[in-house]
C-alpha cells in the first residue's frame, strides 16, 4: 500500500478511536449526572458544570466522526487514483499484442467498476477492522474494574459476531465472484454490441442481440439480488445478535439492582457503554459486503497486474545521431504464444533514405515485423540492428522518439482535430499543426470542416471518411518529423482518389527518411525503391518493381492475383 494512502487510513483509524475514547468520558459523566438527579435529587445547579463540560465534549466527536470520514473519502479517492494508474501503466506497458486477444468490455469493467469496488475495502472496511480490534479492549478495560460479571458477558458473546460474519461470508464471496464474473460478460457483450453496431444492424440481428443482452442482464439482476440477500440478511444476524448480547447485560444489571448487589451510577455506566462495545462489531458486519465485492473485483485486477510484461531491456543508452538510418534484420525469429513462428530466421536489410515495401500474402509476417520495431513482440532470437547499434541495447523511450508510425487503420480520438493531429505532440504549435496537415494532403478537407482545425470529431473519427482519416494519420507522422516512418497498409481499403493523395504524401514524407512501407496494392508498391516479398516469415525475393517482375516468381503471382480480383 502507498504511504499516501496508508498515511491518512493511519489518521482515520486516530481519529475513529479518540471519539471511542471520548465515549467512555462522556458515558462516565452522563451516569454521573443522572445518578446525582435521580438517586441524589440533585438540582440543576449541582449538576450543571458537568453538563457545561458535555457540550464540547459531543462536539469534539462530531468533529472527530467528520475528519474520519473526510480522511477515508481522501484515501478512498487517493486508491483509486493510484491503482487506476498503475493498471493503465501495465495494460500499456503489456502492448497492443496483448491487448488484441483480451475483452475491451472485461477489461473496462475492471479499470473503472473494478477500482471504485475496491475503495470501500480499503476506506471503509480495513478501519474498521482496526478500530474493532482496539477500541472493544479499550471498553474492556474500563468495563472489567466496574462490573467483571457485564464484561465476562461482553467477552463471552462478542466472538459471535465474527464467527457468524465469517460463516456468511463463505457463501457471500462465492456469490460476489459469480456477479463479478457475470457483470464482465455483461459489460463486454454491451460494448461489443455498441461497437459492431452497424454490423448488427445490416445482417438484421439486432432483436437476437438485444435478446442476448436482456438474457445477460436478467443473469446479472439475479446473481446481484442473491448478494443483496446474503449482505441483508448478514446485517439482520448481527443486529440480533448484539441486540441478545445488550440485553442480556441490561437484564443482570437490573436484577443486580433491584436486589441491591450493585450500586446505580455502576449499572448504568456499563448499560451506557454496551452498544458502543457492540458497534465496531456491528459497523464491520455492514462493510462485510464491501469486502466480498473488492475479492471479487481484485480477481481479475490482480490477474492483470500479474501477467509479465514483455521481456524489455532496461538498456538506457540513446540512438546515436545520424543523417539516416539504416535497419538490418538478421536471422529474427518471432512468434505469437506457442503459435507457429511468425518470422522465422527472417534476413533482411532495409536502407536509409528511401522506401521499402514488403509484401505478402496474409500471415507472411509483414505485420509482425513492423509490431517488432515498435516494441509491441519481441524477437525470440536473431538480431535487429540500427545502424551500427543493437535495437535491444538502445532506450525503448529513444527509440520510438525517432518512429512515427501510420497504421492501417489510424484511431481518431473524440475531440478537435488539432488535438488528434498533435497527439504525440501536445506543445505543437497552431502553426505547425497546418504545415503538416498541409504536406499531408489534409488541409484542404479540414478547413472546410464547420469549425475547421477547432472542428469536434466523434468517436473513432465519426463524420471523417477512410481516406480523410489516413491523411490526418499521416498528418501526425509529418508534425513529429520522425527519421524512421512505420506504414502500415495506409491505403488499404480506399478509393483511387484518396489513394492517390496519400500517394503524394508518402512521397512528400520520404524525402531524407528511412520509410518502411507494407502494402498490397499495385500503385502503393511502386513508390518503393527496394521491394522484399515475405513468405512463411523469411524474405523470398528482393529487388525492384521490374526486377522483380521479369523473374516472374512470388511477386510477379501476387500482383496477378490481385489485377484477377
Known amino acids: 500500500m502507498s504511504p499516501l494512502v496508508r498515511r491518512p487510513l493511519a489518521w482515520t483509524v486516530g481519529f475513529g478511536l479518540t471519539a471511542g475514547l471520548l465515549i467512555v468520558i462522556q458515558s462516565a459523566l452522563l451516569a454521573w449526572v443522572i445518578n446525582r438527579v435521580v438517586m441524589d435529587s440533585a438540582g440543576l445547579a449541582q449538576v450543571w458544570p458537568v453538563l457545561a463540560a458535555l457540550l464540547p465534549l459531543f462536539l469534539l466527536r462530531f468533529a472527530l466522526a467528520r475528519a474520519s470520514e473526510r480522511t477515508a473519502f481522501n484515501a478512498g479517492a487517493e486508491i483509486r487514483r493510484t491503482l487506476r494508474a498503475k493498471l493503465l501503466r501495465h495494460i500499456q506497458a503489456l502492448g497492443p499484442a496483448w491487448l488484441k486477444n483480451q475483452s475491451s468490455g472485461d477489461l473496462a469493467n475492471s479499470v473503472v467498476d473494478g477500482v471504485d469496488a475496491l475503495e470501500g475495502f480499503f476506506a471503509r472496511w480495513l478501519p474498521n477492522r482496526a478500530l474493532t480490534t482496539f477500541l472493544p479492549l479499550a471498553i474492556l478495560v474500563v468495563v472489567f474494574p466496574t462490573d467483571w460479571v457485564s464484561g465476562l458477558v461482553l467477552v463471552i458473546t462478542a466472538p459471535l459476531i465474527p464467527v457468524f460474519m465469517i460463516l456468511i461470508g463463505l457463501g457471500a464471496e462465492e456469490l460476489n465472484q459469480k456477479q463479478w464474473h457475470q457483470l464482465a460478460r455483461l459489460s463486454a457483450r454491451f460494448l461489443d454490441t455498441l461497437q459492431g453496431l452497424t454490423t448488427i444492424r445490416l445482417f438484421n440481428a439486432g432483436a437476437r442481440e438485444a435478446a442476448v443482452v436482456a438474457r445477460l442482464s436478467e443473469s446479472y439482476r439475479q446473481s446481484t439480488m442473491k448478494v443483496l440477500r446474503v449482505a441483508f440478511l448478514s446485517s439482520v444476524v448481527l443486529e440480533f445478535l448484539s441486540t441478545i448480547s445488550i440485553a442480556v447485560v441490561a437484564v443482570l444489571i437490573g436484577f443486580r439492582l433491584l436486589y441491591g448487589q450493585m450500586h446505580f451510577q455502576p449499572g448504568f455506566f456499563v448499560l451506557l457503554l454496551a452498544p458502543e462495545f457492540y458497534l465496531p462489531l456491528r459497523t464491520l458486519g455492514t462493510h462485510y459486503h464491501a469486502r466480498m465485492e473488492a475479492i471479487g473485483a481484485a480477481e481479475r485486477i490482480m490477474q492483470v497486474l500479474e501477467t509479465p510484461l514483455p521481456d524489455d531491456s532496461t538498456a538506457t543508452e540513446p540512438l546515436h545521431p545520424a543523417t539516416t538510418y539504416n535497419l538490418r534484420f538478421s536471422a529474427v525469429r518471432c512468434r505469437y504464444d506457442n503459435e507457429t513462428p511468425a518470422l522465422d530466421g527472417l534476413d533482411l536489410d532495409v536502407p536509409g533514405g528511401a522506401i521499402t515495401a514488403l509484401v505478402g500474402s496474409s500471415g507472411a509476417g509483414k505485420s509482425t515485423l513492423i509490431n517488432l520495431l515498435l516494441g509491441f513482440v519481441h524477437a525470440e532470437s536473431g538480431q535487429i540492428r540500427v545502424n551500427d547499434q543493437d535495437l535491444t541495447s538502445i532506450n525503448a523511450g529513444d527509440w520510438l522518439r525517432h518512429v512515427a508510425w501510420v497504421p492501417q487503420r489510424a484511431h481518431v480520438f473524440a475531440g478537435s482535430v488539432l488535438d488528434n493531429i498533435?497527439?504525440?505532440?501536445?506543445?505543437?504549435?497552431?502553426?505547425?499543426?497546418?504545415?503538416?496537415?498541409?504536406?499531408?494532403?489534409?488541409?484542404?478537407?479540414?478547413?472546410?470542416?464547420?469549425?475547421?482545425?477547432?472542428?469536434?470529431?466523434?468517436?473513432?473519427?465519426?463524420?471523417?471518411?477512410?481516406?480523410?482519416?489516413?491523411?490526418?494519420?499521416?498528418?501526425?507522422?509529418?508534425?513529429?518529423?520522425?527519421?524512421?516512418?512505420?506504414?502500415?497498409?495506409?491505403?488499404?481499403?480506399?478509393?483511387?482518389?484518396?489513394?492517390?493523395?496519400?500517394?503524394?504524401?508518402?512521397?512528400?514524407?520520404?524525402?531524407?527518411?528511412?520509410?518502411?512501407?507494407?502494402?498490397?496494392?499495385?500503385?502503393?508498391?511502386r513508390l518503393a525503391q527496394q521491394i522484399a516479398v515475405l513468405e512463411q516469415g523469411r524474405v523470398a525475393e528482393v529487388g525492384r518493381h521490374g526486377d522483380l517482375l521479369a523473374r516472374n516468381g512470388r511477386y510477379a503471382q501476387l500482383l496477378q492475383a490481385e489485377v484477377e480480383a
Open 422 to 525: 498533435r497527439l504525440g505532440m501536445q506543445d505543437a504549435p497552431p502553426e505547425a499543426v497546418r504545415e503538416a496537415a498541409r504536406q499531408a494532403g489534409a488541409d484542404d478537407f479540414i478547413e472546410a470542416l464547420p469549425d475547421g482545425y477547432d472542428t469536434q470529431l466523434g468517436e473513432r473519427g465519426a463524420g471523417l471518411s477512410g481516406g480523410q482519416i489516413q491523411r490526418i494519420a499521416l498528418a501526425r507522422a509529418f508534425l513529429k518529423d520522425a527519421p524512421i516512418v512505420l506504414l502500415d497498409e495506409p491505403t488499404a481499403n480506399l478509393d483511387g482518389q484518396s489513394q492517390a493523395l496519400i500517394h503524394d504524401a508518402i512521397l512528400r514524407l520520404a524525402e531524407g527518411r528511412t520509410i518502411l512501407l507494407v502494402a498490397h496494392r499495385l500503385g502503393t508498391v
